[in-house]
């Protein structure tokens, strides 16, 4: 429950606090007061928008902190979820910049405002008037139903279904797309990895044909050349070796004479002998040396093929055409494979829709099980309500799709009167009539949350007479077990507080200001006198306020 709210540059407001009271709390306050700034407040440090326009003229920034006691409502588990400190009594503060930068804090630690929201939404719920307007929203019937019939754990573990086999549909629509679109491709991927692979590539081969192709392409100039070699170096007429034999002789001869010419002798008979196998070898390597056009001429076909294959691929080498080849043949085996890949998700399809529909089914009895509750609740409630010949019933029909919530289609049927058909109630109820529904209806759901603080603003719009005075009896004993705070125009109503605050407005300095006071005994009789009579209080109306006050006290 709400303890205390301080508000600090907001709006009308410069600075005020709020003691709040559990059980049954009224405010209450002429059109205009303020009272939707009080709750504008409270909004923003529950998680909703922030707007720096709200900030009060001349103020740099505003201040909206809260204090809660919790520890009556198990929320351990969402402070632990998010690393923050846990105490019986929660702070939570919003600032909001004149240049529309916004900090949260839990218990002084910065929050986003996702987490501010959630814990929010598990401290107070703020029923005002246009939310009647959810009794028209299927969703909203829905999550009435979910909510009374603590149907969580099954919800949980159909939407597990439910997403597993929206996308296994996803990945097999994916997957079939892919397939048409590349089998359209096969044929020409197909032709590209034939020709390649028809090729024959090897690693390497490029150079080697180059080189051999430049050796035959000059066979019979490197023989003539190699021919001239030979005979240079070892032919007996005209060759280098003659003279090279008659030095040789010379220094034989001057060995004799001269002893230190035997290491020339050595080394001149050493050329000489080199000379003479190096002859040898140029001359058998030109008589070897294959002159053959038709190999040259094949060579040539062999690298016109490549350098093609290289142009046509973009690519410069050899070793790159053998990597698009393994690619296209990877490529033709994926394709292959496809038909299998679908098979098997197809099965695993239809076996998580066959789940999705097991867990919807049990979502679906779960539900129905709460249906005679919230028919009872309603038909009790709304009896007291000044509606003698209620009849509610809850009807459910199956959808044709299956949605994240299921394929349960809920309707709240409704007729207040006897031997009327029954209908949708956002169809037939009045604006009274809806307005008693949902005060009913926010009676059991806040009862199955045990939610700690429920706030109603003026939905008591249409109502007068004895049936306020039965809506404030529910409300009163919704005050019994949660904090109730109801914002009403009616006096019957405000009779009920246990506590009373006045939201009222007055000038101070050329300005102003918004101002929320909690009422006296005194106060109270004429507060209430003035909402029985208006501006003109009489002696009647006081004495009808002390009438309502000690009937309802």
């Given at each position: 429950?709400?303890?205390?709210?301080?508000?600090?540059?907001?709006?009308?407001?410069?600075?005020?606090?709020?003691?709040?009271?559990?059980?049954?709390?009224?405010?209450?306050?002429?059109?205009?007061?303020?009272?939707?700034?009080?709750?504008?407040?409270?909004?923003?440090?529950?998680?909703?928008?922030?707007?720096?326009?709200?900030?009060?003229?001349?103020?740099?920034?505003?201040?909206?902190?809260?204090?809660?006691?919790?520890?009556?409502?198990?929320?351990?588990?969402?402070?632990?979820?998010?690393?923050?400190?846990?105490?019986?009594?929660?702070?939570?503060?919003?600032?909001?910049?004149?240049?529309?930068?916004?900090?949260?804090?839990?218990?002084?630690?910065?929050?986003?405002?996702?987490?501010?929201?959630?814990?929010?939404?598990?401290?107070?719920?703020?029923?005002?008037?246009?939310?009647?307007?959810?009794?028209?929203?299927?969703?909203?019937?829905?999550?009435?139903?979910?909510?009374?019939?603590?149907?969580?754990?099954?919800?949980?573990?159909?939407?597990?279904?439910?997403?597993?086999?929206?996308?296994?549909?996803?990945?097999?629509?994916?997957?079939?797309?892919?397939?048409?679109?590349?089998?359209?491709?096969?044929?020409?991927?197909?032709?590209?990895?034939?020709?390649?692979?028809?090729?024959?590539?090897?690693?390497?081969?490029?150079?080697?044909?180059?080189?051999?192709?430049?050796?035959?392409?000059?066979?019979?100039?490197?023989?003539?050349?190699?021919?001239?070699?030979?005979?240079?170096?070892?032919?007996?007429?005209?060759?280098?070796?003659?003279?090279?034999?008659?030095?040789?002789?010379?220094?034989?001869?001057?060995?004799?004479?001269?002893?230190?010419?035997?290491?020339?002798?050595?080394?001149?008979?050493?050329?000489?002998?080199?000379?003479?196998?190096?002859?040898?070898?140029?001359?058998?390597?030109?008589?070897?040396?294959?002159?053959?056009?038709?190999?040259?001429?094949?060579?040539?076909?062999?690298?016109?093929?490549?350098?093609?294959?290289?142009?046509?691929?973009?690519?410069?080498?050899?070793?790159?055409?053998?990597?698009?080849?393994?690619?296209?043949?990877?490529?033709?085996?994926?394709?292959?494979?496809?038909?299998?890949?679908?098979?098997?998700?197809?099965?695993?399809?239809?076996?998580?829709?066959?789940?999705?529909?097991?867990?919807?089914?049990?979502?679906?009895?779960?539900?129905?099980?709460?249906?005679?509750?919230?028919?009872?609740?309603?038909?009790?409630?709304?009896?007291?309500?000044?509606?003698?010949?209620?009849?509610?019933?809850?009807?459910?029909?199956?959808?044709?799709?299956?949605?994240?919530?299921?394929?349960?289609?809920?309707?709240?049927?409704?007729?207040?009167?006897?031997?009327?058909?029954?209908?949708?109630?956002?169809?037939?109820?009045?604006?009274?009539?809806?307005?008693?529904?949902?005060?009913?209806?926010?009676?059991?759901?806040?009862?199955?949350?045990?939610?700690?603080?429920?706030?109603?603003?003026?939905?008591?719009?249409?109502?007068?007479?004895?049936?306020?005075?039965?809506?404030?009896?529910?409300?009163?004993?919704?005050?019994?077990?949660?904090?109730?705070?109801?914002?009403?125009?009616?006096?019957?109503?405000?009779?009920?507080?246990?506590?009373?605050?006045k939201v009222f407005k007055s000038n101070q300095n050329d300005s102003t200001e918004t101002?929320?006071?909690?009422?006296?005994?005194?106060?109270?009789?004429?507060?209430?006198?003035?909402?029985?009579?208006?501006?003109?209080?009489?002696?009647?109306?006081?004495?009808?306020?002390?009438?309502?006050?000690?009937?309802?006290?």
């Amino acid at each position: 429950m709400i303890t205390s709210l301080h508000i600090e540059n907001y709006v009308l407001i410069s600075n005020l606090d709020i003691q709040f009271q559990p059980g049954f709390s009224v405010i209450t306050g002429e059109t205009g007061a303020g009272k939707s700034i009080i709750l504008g407040a409270l909004g923003l440090i529950l998680g909703q928008r922030a707007d720096s326009k709200t900030i009060k003229n001349g103020a740099s920034k505003c201040i909206i902190e809260g204090s809660f006691r919790i520890g009556d409502y198990n929320l351990q588990e969402f402070f632990t979820q998010n690393d923050l400190d846990y105490d019986n009594d929660c702070l939570i503060r919003r600032e909001i910049s004149g240049n529309g930068k916004s900090r949260s804090f839990i218990n002084d630690t910065p929050v986003g405002l996702q987490q501010l929201k959630e814990l929010g939404d598990k401290l107070i719920d703020i029923h005002s008037q246009h939310q009647n307007l959810l009794l028209s929203n299927d969703s909203f019937q829905l999550q009435v139903v979910d909510t009374i019939a603590k149907s969580e754990p099954e919800s949980i573990t159909y939407q597990k279904k439910y997403n597993e086999y929206k996308r296994c549909i996803q990945e097999l629509s994916t997957l079939k797309a892919s397939a048409l679109q590349q089998k359209a491709e096969s044929d020409f991927l197909q032709f590209q990895f034939n020709q390649l692979n028809e090729a024959q590539l090897t690693e390497g081969e490029q150079e080697q044909q180059e080189q051999e192709l430049q050796l035959l392409s000059h066979a019979e100039e490197i023989k003539t050349e190699l021919s001239k070699a030979a005979y240079l170096i070892d032919d007996e007429n005209g060759s280098a070796m003659p003279p090279l034999k008659e030095a040789l002789l010379a220094l034989r001869r001057a060995e004799k004479l001269y002893p230190q010419s035997s290491e020339w002798l050595q080394r001149l008979d050493s050329c000489i002998i080199e000379l003479k196998d190096l002859a040898t070898e140029v001359h058998k390597t030109q008589e070897n040396f294959d002159v053959d056009p038709a190999k040259a001429e094949h060579i040539k076909q062999r690298l016109d093929l490549l350098y093609t294959l290289e142009q046509k691929h973009r690519v410069t080498s050899v070793e790159e055409l053998i990597e698009l080849r393994e690619k296209f043949d990877e490529q033709l085996q994926q394709i292959e494979s496809l038909d299998d890949k679908i098979e098997q998700l197809q099965k695993e399809s239809t076996q998580l829709y066959n789940e999705m529909l097991e867990a919807g089914a049990k979502l679906t009895q779960k539900r129905k099980a709460a249906f005679p509750q919230i028919e009872k609740h309603l038909v009790s409630q709304l009896k007291q309500l000044g509606m003698p010949e209620i009849r509610f019933e809850v009807r459910l029909t199956p959808r044709s799709d299956w949605s994240v919530s299921g394929n349960d289609d809920i309707q709240f049927y409704f007729s207040a009167n006897k031997n009327s058909q029954l209908q949708p109630v956002a169809q037939t109820a009045s604006g009274g009539e809806i307005s008693r529904v949902m005060i009913s209806l926010k009676s059991l759901i806040a009862s199955a949350k045990s939610l700690p603080t429920i706030i109603f603003d003026e939905i008591d719009m249409g109502i007068s007479g004895e049936v306020a005075n039965s809506m404030s009896l529910i409300m009163k004993n919704l005050g019994t077990y949660m904090q109730v705070i109801a914002i009403t125009h009616l006096p019957q109503i405000a009779a009920q507080g246990s506590s009373h605050y006045k939201v009222f407005k007055s000038n101070q300095n050329d300005s102003t200001e918004t101002s929320i006071k909690q009422l006296s005994n005194e106060e109270r009789i004429t507060e209430i006198a003035g909402m029985l009579s208006g501006n003109s209080i009489s002696q009647a109306a006081i004495e009808n306020a002390k009438q309502l006050l000690s009937t309802f006290s």
